[in-house]
């Protein structure tokens, strides 16, 4: 695990519950699909190959994953945030760019760049004209990169899922599981000694506040129900 470090370590079901997203569509976007007679490649490699034809998301192909949710949840096509993707690649020349800081400010301009090259047979004023009109872009990146904080590059280095509450997906530590923020202890840790020693007892064996073990069991009970569809 040495060289995991830094980077983070889900599957496709802990990648689900804490986006929100069916299981099987984020291991569709990493391994690719076939739809239609159509073979489509991997939106993006991800981070992480163990050898055992398994796929597992590093913290940057999480965030990723979130970020290109909420195009298509927005009615972005598949198709246009694949070719947004490429794109953005050779702008922000980066694999993932989609959840860096820089996306924020070029995005707009690299989904209008991606409808100029449509090939519709619409005119292209039209084309502009409609993508202007259908999607808000402030609305859809800035809630996609809520709670994120990034390095000096621009590259995203921690998840807040709760906001300032004290709860953090950090691929520094505890292989990016969700950890209490003052004391790394996870999440999940802490619910489960709650729930069978309780909250105060719980408090004691990992030396944390008993508000930090209440937090905790909270986070663990919204996001532990998001089942895999």
Do not use: C
């Amino acid at each position: 695990m040495v060289g995991l470090i830094g980077i983070g370590l889900y599957t496709p079901a802990e990648a689900a519950r804490l986006l929100s997203l069916p299981a099987a569509t984020i291991s569709r976007w990493l391994r690719g699909h076939s739809a239609n007679g159509r073979q489509y490649p991997p939106l993006w490699s991800p981070q992480i190959e163990l050898g055992d034809d398994r796929t597992y998301l590093g913290f940057r192909d999480l965030m990723e994953v979130r970020v290109a949710a909420a195009f298509i949840s927005a009615g972005v096509s598949a198709q246009r945030v694949r070719a947004a993707i490429e794109l953005a690649r050779e702008v922000v020349g980066l694999d993932r760019p989609l959840s860096t800081d820089r996306f924020r400010t070029d995005g707009r301009d690299i989904f209008l760049r991606v409808v100029e090259r449509d090939e519709d047979g619409r005119e292209r004023a039209q084309l502009l004209n409609t993508f202007r009109r259908q999607y808000a872009f402030a609305e859809i990146i800035d809630p996609s990169l809520k709670g994120i904080e990034f390095d000096e590059h621009g590259i995203p280095a921690l998840w807040r899922p709760l906001g300032k509450r004290g709860i953090v997906i950090d691929p520094e530590r505890s292989f990016g599981q969700p950890i209490d923020e003052a004391s790394s202890v996870p999440t999940a840790a802490l619910a489960a000694a709650a729930h069978q020693e309780g909250v105060e007892i719980a408090a004691r064996i990992y030396e944390v506040p008993a508000t930090s073990v209440r937090r905790a069991m909270t986070f663990e009970a919204e996001f532990g129900t998001r089942l895999a569809a």
